[in-house]
């Protein structure tokens, strides 16, 4: 079975530092990749998604993200960070049901990010 | 815009209620889904509908049920809650049939059972 893996439950960055955020998946084929974003009392907000061609991948808010097939990894990262960007992110693997009908995500366990003036 | 919205942000229940969890989407989406989310353990996939009265188990469907009636809207129930099903519940809402289908959430529904 899939299964993605956030190593780190919680980081700590000052305003300005730069930040990366680790993900590792466990899948036997190149899956499609997902960075979601939850600010604090709401749903998730889709920051980046990877599923073919170049394997650094632009999003939202000045986020990037690399996908290295040799690592079985899908970073996030961000050069200088603002205090706004204090939430939690989630990495997603994003796989069909066995119907074939559409994709299910499987989530890892999180990293709650934290910004210091 | 895709809008997800959920009938409630906070619900209180005992143990013993029949809870209903309603979700609505605004975009003509096939796909929805029920997640759960804990703390520590990110969000669990409860069920999936890909088309209206059609369903299928995620990873915990155990003391849950769906009900998908018409395709804008996906309700989750909670036969006889009990207090290891408080929570906070997430729909989201993708389309069918283009790469890397995004799935858009709604803003959740945090399940206190008494």
């Known amino acids: 079975a899939q299964s993605v893996t956030q190593p780190d439950i919680h980081i700590t960055v000052s305003e300005g530092a730069s930040l990366e955020l680790r993900c590792n998946y466990s899948y036997g084929a190149t899956p499609y990749l997902f960075w979601y974003v939850q600010s604090p009392g709401q749903g998730l907000q889709l920051l980046l998604k990877?599923?073919?061609?170049?394997?650094l991948v632009q999003g939202i808010k000045g986020f990037e993200a690399e996908f290295k097939r040799s690592q079985s990894s899908f970073n996030l990262r961000k050069p200088s960070v603002h205090w706004s960007d204090a939430a939690e992110y989630f990495c997603?693997?994003?796989?069909?049901?066995?119907?074939?009908?559409?994709?299910?995500?499987?989530f890892g366990s999180g990293t709650q990010l934290t910004v210091l003036p | 815009d895709v809008k997800v919205t959920q009938s409630s942000r906070y619900l209180v229940k005992r143990t013993g209620e029949k809870v209903f969890l309603e979700c609505v989407q605004d975009m003509d989406h096939e796909n929805m889904f029920w997640y759960r989310q804990d703390p520590g353990l990110g969000l669990r996939l409860i069920y999936f509908?890909?088309?209206?009265?059609?369903?299928e188990k995620g990873d915990i469907p155990e003391g849950y049920s769906v009900s998908r009636e018409k395709k804008e809207r996906f309700s989750l129930i909670l036969e006889s809650a009990s207090t290891n099903q408080t929570s906070m519940y997430l729909c989201?809402?993708?389309?069918?049939?283009?790469?890397?289908?995004?799935?858009?959430f709604g803003p959740g529904t945090r399940l206190l059972v008494l």
């Open positions: 989201a809402s993708s389309p069918v049939g283009t790469p890397g289908e995004t799935q858009y």
């Open positions: 997603a693997v994003g796989l069909f049901f066995s119907s074939g009908s559409a994709r299910q995500l499987t």
């Open positions: 509908s890909y088309d209206v009265k059609m369903k």
């Open positions: 990877y599923f073919s061609g170049d394997t």
